[in-house]
Every structure is written in C-alpha cells, then in structure tokens.
C-alpha cells in the first residue's frame, strides 16, 4: 500500500510524520501547482467549488507518482466538502485507475465504516500506545506549523529584512519534516522562536495597519491558491492576522473538543446568524466582528466561487461592516481569479484603510483641540 | 396580515403553512407570481453571487414587505433524518434581516429540524413560530395536525402529475402525454414557469409530458438511493438523485430522455448532476440526458433550441432502435 493524502498548507507535514511511524508506506503529494489546479479543473464537475477541483488534482498527481491509496476526509454536510470523497471517487473510477479510497466519514454514516477506515489508516496491527504516541506528535507539529505561520504574517511588515524572516521560517518547515520525537520539535521550536527574536525590527505593531483574514479553511490558508494575499498585505507594510485554522477546524468537529476562542466567535455571530449554516460561514461572521472589537482596521474575506456558507455569510458581513464601520475585502477565489486583479484590488484596499486611519488620526486630534 | 414568499420551499410547504398559520386564526398572503419587477427587485438587492432562486426568493420578499405586518419564514434545516437542505436555506431569515434591514419581530421563523431528533425538531420548530400568535400548545399542535393533513393531500395530488404551480394557483392542468420525459430539478425552478421559462409547457407543445421527482413515489425513491454508497445530505438533492437512479434501474418504455433543470450557482445540484450523469454513463444502454442551466443570464431562445435539439435526439434514438430492433426480429 502506497498512501497519499491531498494538500493543505502544511498539512502534508504532519501527516509526513504519522503515517511511515504507523507503517504506512506514503507518496507524499507533489507541490501544488499551477497544472495541479489545471488537471483538477479539467476532470472535476465544472460547478464545482475549487477545492474539491485542486485536491482531485493533487491525487491525480500523486497517484501518477504510484499511490494507490488515498486518504480522504468526508463530511455531514450541509457544505459540499462532505460529498467531495463521493465525487473524487466516481471520477477517478471513470478514468481507470485502479485505487482504494479511504473514506473518514463521520461515525454518523456507520460507525463500522469508520473503524474499517480508521484501521486501514493506522496499519491494523499496531499498538495502541505507538498510534496515541504518533498522532500526538503529528498534532503538535500541526500545531507548530500555524504557531510559525502566525509569526510570520504578523512579523512581516515590522522586520528589516523580509527574506530574513522567511529564510527562518522555510528553514523550520524542513526541519520539521525529519522530526522523529517530541523533544527533538521542542528543540526546532526554541531554536525558531531565538531566530525570530533575533530578526532586527524597524517599526513597532502599533504603528502600522491590521488586517484579520476570516473565511473558508481551505482557501484562505492555502497560500499557493489565494496567491498568498497574506505576504502581499505583509510586503504593503500590514499588520495580519488569520482567523482561519486547520487545528480549530479539526478540534471543531467533536463537540468536546471545541475550543472556547470558537465558541465565542459563534456566540458574537449571533445576533447577525443565529445557527450554524456548514463550513465556516457563522465564523467568518463571528471573526470578523471580533477584528473589529481588537481595533482591526480591516479584514479581507476569502472563499472559493459559490461557496454555500460562505456566501451566507457574505451578504451578512455588509451589515456587520455597516455597524461596526470595519472595512471588508471580498475575494472569491476560483481557476479564473487572476493575480494582477487581485493584486490591484487588495493594493486600492490598503490604500482605503490608509487614508481612513490617517483622517481618523486627524479628527482626533481636531477634537482634543476644541474641547481643550 | 402575515405574507409568504413565493420562492424556494415555498413550493413543497404550501399547504402545510398556510393551512397552519389559518388554523391560528391569522391572515395569509402570498406574493404574486414571479414577474420582471420581482426579478429585477431580487438581482438588485440580492447577493450578487448568490444562487438565482435565492435573488428571486429575495425579490418576492421585497415585494410583499410592505403590504403586510409579519413575514413568515421557518428555518426549514432539515425535513428528513440526518439530512440538511442546502446552506442558503439554513440561512435565509439572517439574510432576510440583515439584507432588508427588517427588524426581528416583524419575522416570523422557528427552527424546524428533524436531522436528529426526527418528528420531535419538526414540533419543535412549529410551536415556536406558533407561540407568536397563542399560548395555547394544545392549540398550535391541532393546527399543525390539521396543516400535516393538507401536506398529505397536497403531496398525494401532486403524485397524480400535477405541477405544484397548477395546483396553487389553479391553472389549467397539461393534458397528459404518451411519450414523457424525466425532468429533474428542484421544485422551486420546475414550478416557476417564469424563471423557467415555461419549460414544461414547451416540452408539451414539443409533443412529451413531463415526470417529476415529486410524482414519485417517496419509498420507492429512497430504496434506489440506497445504491449508493453514500447519499447525499440534502433531502431534495437526494429524492433527485433517488428518482434518477429509479428509471435508470426500472425502465419505463413510456419514458424517452432525462432533463435536468439547475440553477448555475447551486451548490448540491453542482455535484449531484455529476453523479447522476456518470451513472447513467456507466449503464450500457442509456436514454439522453440534458443539463440545463438556469440563471438571469438565461434566454429563451437558447433554452428553445436546445430542447428541441434533445428532442430532436430522443426522436433519432427511438427510431434507430426501433429499426434496430425490426431488423434484428426479420430473417
């Protein structure tokens, strides 16, 4: 068994590190390209929203290179992305390839699909104590890799030298690959966190322009799709923090597990959304309603084209950007966004959150004069 | 007064609401019948890439909100077990209020949700929308009985071949046909002869009649979804998909070809006409199948030549095998 797994920014880390400790055989998937994307949008349904077209072409890629096994996450629904294992696998059926496709649904649609699947992911024959061993660094690797990320769009506008900070971060991202154990990542993680402090700063976070990212978990963390608007912000001289995590994405599918940053971010959505529409429509409400108590200037709204939830959301966020007169960029995300369009439009955004912040500065100012 | 929408499940729950809401003695209104002025109202204030029935759904709601006190929208989640219907749905009254700027209490909504909880949610969601109008439980429960019996009805007249549309309106009825195809959709675009262009009505004057998913029997439509080896979590994606699979296992020799009819930014309908276009590829003798997309953008006379290009098919195919059929019979 050759197993193989698609994408999601550094997803393919972590799950580099739990499979061949459980035995299993991986061909990691190739970078995800520009002909990734094209061979997903040749075979996949033509209305289909992006991801479900990239990650098709992410196994196709991978199962050219001999998986023949993949790995896939199903769903509950109401969002697409839990009919996405259903779609890859008629399609890749059609084609003729001969590959066995494993299914994570949730226990909800058979609970002994679910054991047969989660067996097959750990190997069957191996001791408990090894999977809870490796699943538990593979998690805090998964974890380790958002911590970097953060630091890095947060950092990015204040540090000296850009290629500096990204010398540091890719350089962990490689390292973390061979990590064995978990003392040898505690080791990655302090010698990162003395690299980053060691990162000579010129300006300070007060003084420069934040932007929060809500949206989809796929589009707006996979910077090799949205055309890494975070670096784009980060090279415009902003502040930018994501609301958006794999971690939370996957902690939010038990009820137990949920973390209290996301129940609060539903409990402020409420007034504008009162239930749960699918994906992470009720957290791109709740998220940027929270930007906007942090004293965020403003926040920018990613998504695939179509995306159920997310535009449920969208035609809420003009009202939560009314009320707490928080500026919103929607970018729609698909195979015919183009970058120079995007780049212009993020650009004309910047320059909007520029001119409000310097009048605002200056009303205030003209108020401090006439009440003195 | 308290208006209904026409749009979206409007066209399943007719009935049952109004029927409902009549029973606790309030006054129902509907909007008027989808025209140009609904349509433009819709695409104006609407989402911009929002599915059209939703634009047209909101179109209706500008229409009827100033001529009546209370709008009525359920939170339909779920009317099935383990099922949702699509986001859109779930979300409609937060749109409503946020879009339109009406206030909460002029909407009336409840969340109706059978996905765990089964017939318990659905009682749920209808005393909450009736506890506006009574304190009396036992009161709204009769109502909702006497409301579930016209459901009954109305679902049973519908198997008989009527279009919902026919039936609310009482238009004249499409006088049955011989030779029929499958038209597969969600009801509330194959109802709407406005923003359907009056399909069924040109697939009549084309000489076929129509069946629809709504005609067939629930039962008989879940037991050929189970082929699969994973339905979908939307009910009426997967009654779709259900009557799909039904005569594509169990022909009927009456019927000629399958038309579907979506919208272009659905988001269920995107992946399940995948399905069941690869299904009826893979059977080794198929009858043509057309997707037809819908949308603003739409026109008539493209959607007129299309069907008759597929009829045009249908016809070839029945000949061809027919003559196949002769030649294979003579000496």
Redesign the interface.
Known sequence: MRATFPHLLHLDVALGILYPTLGIEIVPPPPLTRKTIEIGVKLA?????FPLKVTLGNFVESIEKGADTLFMA?G?????F??YG??Q???LE?LGYKVQFI?L?HP??GIRSFVQALRTMTGGKISPARIVRATALAWKVLRFTETIEAKRRALRCLVERKDALDRVVEGTLTRLRWVESVTALEEIIRSTEEALRALPLVREEGEVLKVGIVGEVYVAQEKRINFDVERLLGDLGVYVHNSVSTVEYILHTLPFTRSREKEETWRLARP????????E?IDSVGSAIRYAQWGFDGVVHLYP?????E??A???L??VSKDYDLPILHL?IDEHAGEAGLITRVEAFVDVLERRKKTRRKSEVGRAWTYS | MVGIPRGLLFYRFYWLWKTFLEELGVEVRVSPPTNKAIIRRGLTYGVEEICFPVKVFLGHVMAIQDEVDFLFLPRMVSFHRREYTCPKILGLPDLVRNLFGISSERIITGEVNMRDTGIWGWRQGFLEMGRRFTRQEGKIMRALKRAEEAHKRYREKLKTGILPEHLIDRREEVVPKEKKVLLLGHTYLISDSYINMNIVQKIHTLGYGVVTQDMVDEQRVRKYLSLLQKPSFWTISNEIMGTALLYLKERDPRLKGYIHLVSFECGPDSLVGEVIERWIKRESETLPYLRLEIDEHTGEAGLLTRLEAFVDMMEWRDAHLESNLSSSLAP
């Open positions: 349904p033509q209305n289909a929203c199903g509950v629904g109401p969002c697409r839990g009919y259903q779609i696998r008629l399609i059609d299914l649904d909800r649609y504008y959304l009162q239930r749960f529409v699918g994906g429509g084209f179509t995306c159920m939830p535009i449920v969208k035609g809420i003009t009202q729609a």
